[in-house]
């Protein structure tokens, strides 16, 4: 007959039992109230904070490189025409800016989003994107792959980002794309 207790039988030759195994590291989010989401107006705070420095990281080596453009006007019979070149060096500063938000860019929205679920601007505003079936951050690929789904977003009068305004979970279409939600850290 078996223990009593509806336990197993231990295992045969005096051996230990096994250690139990380890509980998932998430828990699914399932169905919340749609309050549990994250605002649209937060979003839209993070998103703001998250576009300072990608601006002045590109703005001021643009800004420098146009302040020392070559400008050239000549009078044609259809009135005056006028080119701006820049300078090698403010076309070399320009594209030093451009690599340097876009590295910003992938560290701030892949690497760090995608580990922790928070952006820079994401953290000041205190809420996180996770998979929605795990509840867990869903790493640097998919962090990139989400960035890039928002394009869609803004494909038709950038409906897309008005989406969280009334929809249940409050989610983007790049969100549900990804299957991402949006939930405040507390």
């Known amino acids: 007959p078996p223990p ?17 195994g380890y509980g998932s590291v998430g828990s699914p989010v399932g169905q919340l109230p749609q309050e ?49 070149t820049p300078s090698s060096a403010g076309a070399m500063l320009m594209f030093i800016g451009w690599v340097a ?4 860019g992938i560290w701030n929205f892949g690497y760090r989003q995608g580990v922790t679920g928070s952006s820079i601007g994401k953290s000041v505003m205190k809420f996180k994107v996770v998979a929605e ?10 962090s990139i792959v989400r960035q890039l789904a928002h394009i869609i977003d803004g494909l038709i009068l950038c409906i897309g980002y008005l ?24």
């Open 101 to 104: 938000a876009l590295g910003y």
């Open 4 to 20: 009593p207790g509806n336990y197993p039988p231990p295992p045969p030759g005096n051996y230990p039992p096994p250690p139990p």
């Open 133 to 142: 079936a795990t509840g867990q951050p869903i790493g640097f690929g998919m």
């Open 36 to 84: 549990a989401y994250t605002s649209w107006l937060t979003r839209v705070g993070a998103y703001l904070i998250d576009s300072v420095p990608i601006l002045a990281i590109y703005g001021i080596p643009s800004m420098i490189a146009g302040s020392t453009a070559k400008r050239e006007c000549v009078t044609t019979s259809l009135g005056l025409a006028c080119t701006v």
């Open 163 to 186: 989406f969280p305004l009334w929809d249940a979970k409050r989610q983007t279409i790049a969100d549900k794309i990804m299957t991402t939600v949006c939930l405040p850290i507390r």
